[in-house]
């Protein structure tokens, strides 16, 4: 029993070296560029965690992973934190409650939430006139596209560090 | 679902909202650097570093198998003798001027003894903000401060946001929250100079300028010194009062390409902050 809830937390420093590895992907100038474009790979994989685990770890991978995106990119520190702690927990209570925990559904999520967090951020620096739509529209296509990576190794993992069932 | 706003997890949520919201209300009240951001900067800038030179190295082997790497050499070798040459013709102008006003300069001046630098390198870009914003790895350690100018050999490339002990955070010219003061280096009119997120313009000019000006930074205001070249002009048009010009830029460099660059630590005539 004491050795199952061992590795019941293990999963849970998996989720963050992959939060880590991500986060500094994300930052590096040149790392997975198409056409240009970059992808935001926190929140395809933020949204996998939030789908599979509770409110509460999803709130707190949700902060971490804020705090670090908010050093690497400027701005007002703490608002992408704010901002993603928010929606990961409503990720988490969506799919308790409402959502099955499917691929097209999180696939969904990430498309709304990644739309969301590009609107706060350009509404927070007040630079609406100078946003280039197409330029989001095709980050936000792009970032999506790596849930359905993110998605399926999320789900292994939680299911086999799972509690088991007594 | 009502269970989860009576649990223990909710509230603990909401405590790590509201104190994320302190943060946030700290952060924007105009204080440099959050002892948060240092931190995560004392673990984070290492690894920015050593992730951007791994992803240099791997991008120029795979150049380098396609033989693209001698085309690059040869392109930044033009790009020097490019930037040289722009460089000296501003000095020309500058002198120029001086000797028709018979004003008198003590000494032919090449380069600008009285500049300090630091050189600093690239270690992250936010997808977000593309080329408009940067972090640096350097910071007040190496006596980068807020407000430093930060160029290239060619000219002005941006200005320190904001510094930490080992990190800085450079705001391009590209971006809309950028301004500096600048004039038309042929005919001396003043203008200004700001972002407009994909590239630079010049506002307020009191003259047309011509396509191919050079446009330089004025010195207005002391924290920027005279003579920086920004770019030169692209298209020019009245602005809507009427009575003034404005002009899209080409910066000197493209931003995208970065990846080192030189902070302007001090300078003489550089206005002393409070």
């Known amino acids: ?166 | 679902m009502k269970q989860f706003f009576r649990s223990g997890g909710f509230k603990v949520i909401v405590i790590m909202l509201v104190i994320l919201g302190g943060v946030c209300v700290y952060s924007a009240a105009a204080t440099p650097v959050t002892p948060a951001e240092q931190a995560i900067a004392a673990l984070a800038v290492p690894l920015q570093r050593q992730s951007t030179a791994l992803t240099q190295t791997v991008t120029g082997f795979w150049n380098r198998l396609f033989h693209y790497g001698e085309l690059e050499e040869n392109f930044r070798e033009v790009e020097q003798e490019r930037d040289e040459l722009k460089r000296k013709l501003v000095e020309y102008e500058e002198l120029k001027r001086s000797n028709l006003q018979l004003k008198g300069i003590l000494g032919i001046k090449e380069e600008h003894p009285d500049y300090t630098f630091e050189e600093a390198s690239i270690i992250s870009r936010d997808p977000e903000w593309g080329d408009n914003r940067f972090t640096i790895n350097k910071g007040t350690r190496q006596d980068v401060q807020e407000r430093d100018m930060v160029l290239v050999a060619g000219g002005l490339v941006g200005r320190v946001e904001k510094a930490g002990a080992n990190y800085a955070v450079v705001t391009a010219l590209t971006d809309p929250n950028f301004q500096v003061g600048a004039y038309d280096n042929s005919t001396n009119y003043l203008g200004v100079v700001s972002g407009n997120g994909d590239s630079c313009e010049i506002r307020y000019l009191t003259q047309e300028p011509e396509e191919g000006a050079l446009i330089v930074t004025s010195g207005a205001g002391g924290n920027c010194p005279r003579g920086l070249l920004i770019g030169s002009v692209k298209k020019s048009e009245k602005q809507k009062s009427g009575t003034t010009y404005a002009a899209s830029l080409e910066p000197v460099i493209d931003l995208s390409r970065l990846t080192d660059v030189m902070v302007l630590t001090g300078f003489d005539g550089q206005k002393e902050e409070p």
């Open chain 1, 1 to 166: 029993m004491i050795f199952a809830q061992e590795k019941s937390r293990i999963r849970f420093l998996i989720y963050t070296l992959m939060l880590f590895v991500c986060a500094v992907i994300q930052a590096t100038p040149g790392m997975l560029p198409v056409q240009g474009v970059r992808p935001l790979l926190l929140i395809p994989l933020l949204v996998s965690i939030a789908a599979e685990e509770s409110e509460l770890c999803a709130a707190v991978c949700g902060m971490g992973a804020g705090l670090w995106w908010d050093w690497s990119a400027g701005g007002i520190f703490g608002s992408r934190a704010v901002f993603l702690v928010v929606c990961m927990t409503g990720v988490s209570l969506l799919c308790r409650y409402l959502f099955q925990a499917k691929l097209w559904n999180a696939a969904l999520l990430c498309l709304i939430i990644t739309s969301l967090e590009q609107a706060f951020q350009v509404l927070l620096a007040g630079e609406w006139k100078n946003f280039d739509i197409y330029y989001g529209l095709w980050q936000t296509g792009y970032t999506v596209v790596w849930i359905f990576l993110f998605a399926p190794v999320i789900r292994r993992i939680s299911h086999f560090f799972e509690l088991p069932v007594e």
